[in-house]
């Protein structure tokens, strides 16, 4: 009687609607303005409380399911394919193990970089993130494909700028509210524990039983000028977005055909974004609410502010649509925006086919960081012993080099190596600080890391990053395709007709 639904309010007639509603007439709900909730609270539950209007008459959620392939018929492919997965998994953590982490250990790249490689990054399931600025319908979408609208847990939505949060959508066998603190204990999402209460108190997280939830995470990251103005200096922003870029399957960039402008908010988050051009989709949202005859103009102009701004070779994927179970407004052009939201679901889809794929290029970015690193200390090494007379003090020669690496060259030629995020970049002040810390003439060089019986690991890390890694791409793909083969004989076996879908979905 709070006013402030919780697991105990949760629909226990099973109509579909919250119960503080079960009372009224089922169709017309007021906004509940003078209710006793207090103002105010920022109990986590009050984040997540949808308020408002059902539509009398909403579009069908079925084709989610369709194209998804979330129905039960599909439940021992997947089966199957998961065991295949399970197995490369544990081969990259094997080559991680034996490949990556010596160097990464030996020069001491933890100081460096609070970019990990570990076993949540290697396990957890593939993460599916939607960005883009405030009210472009993020949290609406995540409801509509979550099943989760009009429910009293659904992410918040709204035409005002609401608290900015990460939303966090993970799979629990009941519905449950967690807050930051709970979310930092939770095996995948522990590694943003560094970044300290100021983002826990920005994280909100939500457990439901539900089949998409099964197989992906879902986080909404919030859109930067929500954020600046309430938690600018409580925690580093972009870096905890960068933590959710690097993990990410997929990456929806969410935008409302009213704000269109390019501002510094896009330039950024596509700054963060540089190498993974291919793992993000543009959603044009809320399409309905363009005139057709506008519609073109819009998607051009969205295209031409975006395209200078990415760097990959090829336009920027674009779905224009309006993810959510209202129905359109009149005059839409409706089979072009279901069209579309069917190629988006089927994308949504694909990802979750390649996240083994996903998971290997991801382990090969972070060997070549590695690499990057090793090779940089190994070059201020050279500089260093290039420098040292044989009286020479040695640390007077070594905070020399690292103060002034412009004399010495070290960063020449780092301008020419192209699509590498400015958060990739390596900067002679990240170095200073990490020679502060770790003395240059502490470390070996290089060529000084080998051995006679185990071989140089630099020469171990290349080889997994230009073959152990790639092949095991290959692996994954015959082994599922011999695990499916295999299910599918034994379905003929069985008599049942077991070769719908094979693989992908040729309906559209
Ligand atoms: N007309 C229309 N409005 C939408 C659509 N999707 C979301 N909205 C509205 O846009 C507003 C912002 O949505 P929200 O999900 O909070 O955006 P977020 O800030 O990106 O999470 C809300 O008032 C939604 O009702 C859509 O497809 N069509
Ligand atoms: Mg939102």
């Given at each position: 009687g709070d006013g402030i639904p919780n697991?105990?309010?949760?629909?226990?007639?099973?109509?579909?609607?919250p119960n503080e509603h079960d009372?009224?007439?089922?169709e017309e709900h007021e906004?509940?303005?003078?209710?006793?909730e207090p103002e105010d609270?920022?109990?986590?539950e009050d984040e997540l409380l949808w308020e408002g209007e059902i539509p009398a008459q909403l579009r069908s959620r079925d084709h989610i399911t369709e194209l998804l392939q979330l129905?039960?018929?599909f439940n021992a492919r997947e089966k199957a394919v998961d065991n295949v997965a399970e197995i490369i998994l544990r081969d990259i953590k094997r080559i991680y193990e034996s490949a990556i982490k010596p160097l990464e250990t030996l020069y001491k790249y933890r100081d460096l970089s609070n970019r990990h490689f570990s076993d949540p990054e290697i396990f957890s399931k593939p993460l599916v993130l939607f960005m883009g600025?405030?009210?472009?319908g993020k949290s609406t979408i995540i409801n509509y494909l979550t099943g989760n609208?009009?429910?009293?847990?659904?992410l918040r939505s709204g035409a005002e700028p609401s608290p900015a949060y990460f939303n966090i959508l993970t799979w629990g066998n009941e519905t449950e509210v967690l807050d930051g603190t709970q979310l930092a204990a939770d095996y995948t999402f522990?590694?943003?524990?560094?970044?300290g209460e100021g983002l826990e108190e920005r994280l909100r997280g939500l457990k439901m039983p539900n089949k998409l939830l099964e197989k992906v995470n879902i986080v909404e990251i919030p859109g930067i000028l929500e954020v600046r103005k309430q938690v600018?200096?409580?925690?580093p922003f972009n870096d905890a977005c960068q933590w959710f870029i690097d993990r990410a399957d997929i990456i929806f960039l969410v935008y409302d055909p009213a704000k269109l402008d390019v501002g510094p908010e896009t330039e950024a988050i596509l700054d963060q974004l540089k190498g993974r051009e291919y793992q993000t989709r543009i959603i044009l949202n809320?399409?309905?609410?363009?005139k057709p005859e506008e519609l073109l103009r819009v998607q051009s102009a969205l295209i031409w502010n975006i395209s200078p701004l990415m760097s990959s070779a090829q336009p920027p994927l674009v779905y224009t649509s309006?993810?959510?179970?209202?129905?359109?407004?009149?005059?839409?052009p409706a089979r072009l925006l279901l069209a579309q939201e069917r190629a988006f679901l089927r994308d949504l889809r694909t990802a979750v086919d390649k996240r083994i794929e996903h998971k290997i290029a991801s382990a090969r970015r972070f060997a070549v960081r590695v690499r990057n690193h090793a090779k940089m200390v190994d070059c201020y090494l050279n500089t260093y012993y290039n420098h040292k007379?044989?009286?020479?003090?040695k640390k007077r020669i070594a905070d020399e080099i690292i103060n002034h690496p412009q004399n010495y060259h070290i960063?020449?030629?780092?301008?020419?190596?192209?699509?590498?995020?400015r958060y990739d970049l390596p900067d002679p002040e990240v170095y200073r600080d990490f020679f502060r810390l770790n003395?240059?003439?502490?470390f070996k060089k290089l060529s000084e890391t080998?051995?006679?019986?185990?071989?140089c690991p630099i020469t171990k890390l290349d080889v997994a990053i230009a073959y152990d890694l790639p092949e095991l791409a290959g692996k994954y793909k015959k082994m599922a395709e011999s695990a499916l083969a295999n299910i599918e004989s034994k379905g003929a076996a069985d008599g049942e007709p077991e070769t719908k879908g094979s693989g992908k979905s040729t309906k559209s």
């Open positions: 697991e105990h309010d949760t629909d226990r007639d099973g109509d579909g609607i009372d009224d007439d089922g906004e509940k303005e003078d209710d006793s609270d920022t109990k986590p129905n039960t018929e600025p405030w009210s472009g609208e009009y429910t009293p847990h659904s522990s590694g943003l524990q560094k970044f600018s200096r409580l925690f809320k399409a309905d609410t363009v309006s993810l959510w179970s209202h129905p359109y407004q009149e005059g839409a007379t044989l009286f020479g003090n960063y020449e030629g780092l301008s020419t190596l192209t699509n590498i995020s003395p240059l003439y502490e080998c051995t006679y019986f185990r071989g």
